[in-house]
């Protein structure tokens, strides 16, 4: 069950599950005892969801339930998961079923073309500014696609999109 706590004029609302942990804070409590039900739920019922409750899912959502996940993974590994919400910023706050394979196609192509900075510091102007080798992306692509994978080991019925962007860039 979610904790809230009233820590001076916010509600602080804390989940902890095996693997899954979340926290927010709110200005009221009927939001915050909201939030927290529907974050518990969320997690609770993954295997018997129907498809329009499935539909709920976030990419940002699905993003933090894969880290959560990940306590026998490298922090390399587990900070490559976490840059997806950098790279897919504008998927964040969409339902991971409306996610199409022709804008994520899209996507792919943008980033190739999309100028990077490595090395250096972006204040100072230090570093090489180029663009991203195609199997960094394509290596980014595949990091997402196990986002999906763990949705379907959750039960969610869901083809992974990320994947065959990936496959369709391999066999171009």
């Not at 095996?18 to 518990?40: H, I, M, Q, V």
């Not at 880290?67 to 950098?86: A, F, G, P, Y």
């Not at 969409?94 to 996507?107: H, K, P, Q, V």
Request: charged letters at 30%; hydrophobic letters at 35%; glycine letters at 6%.
């Amino acid at each position: 069950m979610a904790s809230i706590r009233k820590i001076k004029d916010r509600y602080h609302v804390q989940i902890r599950k095996p693997g899954f942990k979340r926290a927010c804070s709110f200005s009221d409590l009927e939001t915050a005892t909201a939030w927290g039900k529907y974050k518990e739920d969320l997690f609770d019922n993954m295997k018997a969801f129907d498809a329009p409750e499935q539909k709920l899912i976030l990419l940002n959502d699905a993003i933090d339930m894969k880290i959560d996940s990940m306590n026998d993974h490298s922090e390399r590994t587990i900070q490559d998961v976490r840059s997806l919400k950098q790279t897919f910023s504008c998927f964040l706050d969409r339902d991971i079923y409306s996610i199409t394979f022709n804008e994520l196609y899209g996507c792919f192509l943008d980033l190739l073309v999309t100028d990077i900075q490595k090395g250096g510091d972006i204040k100072s102007g230090t570093g090489i500014i180029k663009k991203p080798e195609k199997i960094t992306v394509i290596r980014k692509f595949r990091y997402l696609g196990t986002v999906y994978g763990f949705l379907k080991e959750k039960g969610i019925n869901i083809e992974n999109v990320a994947l065959q962007v990936v496959k369709r860039i391999e066999n171009a």
